[in-house]
Nanobody, 122 residues
Framework: QVQLVESGGGLVQAGGSLRLSCAAS????????VGWFRQAPGKEREFVAA????????SSADSVKGRFTISRDNAKNTVYLQMNSLKPEDTAVYYC???????????????WGQGTQVTVSS
């Protein structure tokens, strides 16, 4: 299975931007669909965005549409989450996850990273 490491989190003011990275190792990255999820304190983990193996298909949660963009660079074994117009309610630990094959319709991913904290101040 592929191993995942997230980076790029931090503290930002409302309206600001961050770009998260998810670096993969230990597998053929282009065989994996990748998703981003987040979990705020006291809340369940929720889906943020996903991207297919080639990058030709993406999906995102309604709460981030128009603000967050998922992309990937298979040559660099990395998936990105560009987050613009951040809001305090985007504060959470953000996780990336990989699934061999197609983007799953559920949260059934094979590998998960350790997460990176994103804090948006008002």
């Amino acid at each position: 299975q592929v191993q995942l490491v997230e980076s790029g989190g931090g503290l930002v003011q409302a309206g600001g931007s961050l770009r998260l990275s998810c670096a993969a190792s230990g597998g053929t990255f282009s065989n994996y669909a990748v998703g981003w999820f987040r979990q705020a304190p006291g809340k369940e983990r929720e889906f943020v965005a996903a991207i297919s193996r080639s990058g030709g298909y993406t999906s995102s949660a309604d709460s981030v549409k128009g603000r967050f963009t998922i992309s990937r660079d298979n040559a660099k074994n990395t998936v990105y989450l560009q987050m613009n117009s951040l809001k305090p309610e985007d504060t959470a630990v953000y996780y990336c996850a990989a699934k061999w094959g197609l983007v799953p319709s559920t949260n059934d991913y094979d590998s998960w990273g350790q997460g990176t904290q994103v804090t948006v101040s008002s």
